[in-house]
């Protein structure tokens, strides 16, 4: 998981590769406290970095989606006005949404 910043670091890829694991970064450098885990070797660390960060941005659309639906409140006023009118205004508008942020 990545940070709010959206960029993987080696701090997301080290709780990644190695939940609940006591540790310190000091600048760059790793202190490994845990004894139950064994550190992740720099080479294990780089690449779940780059994992991370691809994993992070397949998902733009859907963060890009969540910004432009329609609140939740009018979703449902949607639905029930088509309902009682026989119209597809909540239909069209979900179809909009993701017809201007597809799926890569």
């Not at 990644?16 to 000091?26: K, T």
């Amino acid at each position: 998981m990545i940070n709010f910043d959206g960029i993987a670091d080696k701090d997301d890829a080290i709780v990644s590769l190695r939940p609940d694991a006591q540790w310190a970064l000091r600048g760059d450098a790793l202190e490994w406290l845990d004894t139950e885990q064994t550190q992740p070797t720099n080479a294990e660390i780089d690449a779940e970095v780059i994992r991370l960060q691809a994993e992070y941005d397949a998902k733009q659309y859907a963060r890009d989606r969540q910004k432009v639906y329609p609140s939740m409140q009018e979703q449902l006023d949607m639905q029930y006005w088509d309902g009682v009118n026989g119209t597809t205004t909540w239909q069209d508008a979900i179809e909009a949404v993701k017809t201007g942020n597809p799926k890569p």
